[in-house]
C-alpha cells in the first residue's frame, strides 16, 4: 500500500488545490488565527468596502473539526477526485472551468435572499457530487451498510440525511441546482441541439498551461460514426473499457462503501454523452 505522502502526490492537481485549501483554512480558523466574519460571503461588505476577497474564501470553509466537515473533505477526495482523473482525465482546464462555473453560479443565486448563504464551500462539493452521480449512474453506493442504491440516487440520499441529522439543507441544495445547471449545459443540451454554449473560455486553457498543472489542452471525444449522436460511456462483455479505466473506487469514502460499475451482460449505460466542440 502506497504512504499517505504518496498517496496525496499522487491526486489530480484541482481536487488536491481545492481540498488542502478547504483543510488549511478550516485549521487555521479552529487556531483562531482569524475570525469567520472576516472570511464570510457577506454582499453588503463586498458592495460597500470592496471586500472582494469574500467572494472567494467562503468556498474553502466547509464547517468547524466536525464528523460533518470529515465526511464532507472525503467527498472531496473520493467524488472530486474521480471525475478529475475519469470523465475530465487530460482534461485540467475543462474541470478548472466546472469549478470556476460552478462557484459563478453559486454567488449569483446567493444574491438572492432565499438562496443567501455566508458559505459556500458545501455547495461546491455537493456540485461535484451531483455531476459524479450523473457520470456514474449505475454504480452501486452502499450507505452505512444499511441500504444500497445507484448512484444517480446518491445527492438525494445525501440531502435526506442532511434533514435527519438536522443539518440545513439549503447548501445541498444550492449545489445541486449548480451542479444540474453545468451537466444540462455541457451534456443535455448539446446532445439534444448540437451546440454548446459553454465551452471552456481560452483564457482558462492558458492559465492551465501558465501553471503547468494538468493536461493543458482537452481532446473532446468523437462519435465512431457521423449518425450517431449518443456515444455514453459503457463497459464491454469482457471488462474491456471504452474509455480509460476508472480510478480505484475504493479510496477516501465517508459515507459509503465500495462503488462498483454494473456487472449486467451486454452494455452497461454510463449516462454520459460526448461533449461538443470541447
Known amino acids: 500500500m502506497s504512504s499517505p505522502a504518496e498517496f496525496y502526490k499522487s491526486l489530480p492537481p484541482v481536487s488536491k488545490a481545492y481540498g488542502t485549501a478547504c483543510l488549511v483554512l478550516t485549521t487555521a480558523c479552529q487556531l483562531g488565527l482569524f475570525d469567520l466574519v472576516d472570511i464570510a460571503l457577506l454582499y453588503e461588505l463586498v458592495f460597500s468596502h470592496f471586500q472582494v476577497w469574500r467572494l472567494i474564501t467562503n468556498f474553502f470553509f466547509l464547517g468547524k473539526f466536525s464528523i460533518n466537515f470529515g465526511i464532507r473533505l472525503l467527498m472531496i477526495a473520493r467524488y472530486g477526485v474521480q471525475l478529475e482523473s475519469g470523465p475530465f482525465q487530460r482534461r485540467t482546464a475543462d474541470f478548472l472551468w466546472m469549478m470556476i462555473f460552478g462557484a459563478l453560479t ?4 446567493s444574491l438572492i435572499p432565499f438562496f443567501r448563504s455566508p458559505f459556500l464551500g458545501i455547495s461546491i462539493v455537493f456540485m461535484l457530487l451531483y ?66 454554449f459553454l465551452k471552456t473560455p ?7 498551461m501558465r501553471w503547468k498543472i494538468g493536461a493543458p489542452t482537452a481532446t473532446p471525444a468523437q462519435p465512431d460514426n457521423a449518425g450517431a449522436a449518443f456515444r455514453g460511456r459503457y463497459y464491454r462483455v469482457g471488462g474491456a473499457t471504452a474509455y480509460p479505466a476508472q480510478p480505484d473506487r475504493g479510496s477516501g469514502a465517508a459515507t459509503t462503501d465500495t462503488v462498483q460499475p454494473d456487472s449486467s451482460s451486454g452494455v452497461a449505460f454510463r449516462g454520459r454523452s460526448y461533449r461538443l466542440g470541447g
Do not use: Q
Open 202 to 208: 481560452i483564457w482558462v486553457h492558458k492559465l492551465v
Open 106 to 109: 453559486l454567488l449569483a443565486l
Open 131 to 196: 455531476i459524479w452521480s450523473r457520470e456514474f449512474p449505475n454504480a452501486n453506493i452502499n450507505i452505512y451498510g444499511l441500504v444500497t442504491l445507484k448512484a444517480f440516487y446518491l445527492p438525494w440520499a445525501m440531502l435526506g440525511l442532511d434533514v435527519i441529522f438536522g443539518s440545513p439543507i439549503m447548501p445541498d441544495l444550492l449545489g445541486i441546482i449548480a451542479g444540474h445547471l453545468y451537466y444540462f449545459l455541457t451534456v443535455l443540451h448539446p446532445l439534444a441541439t448540437g451546440k454548446n
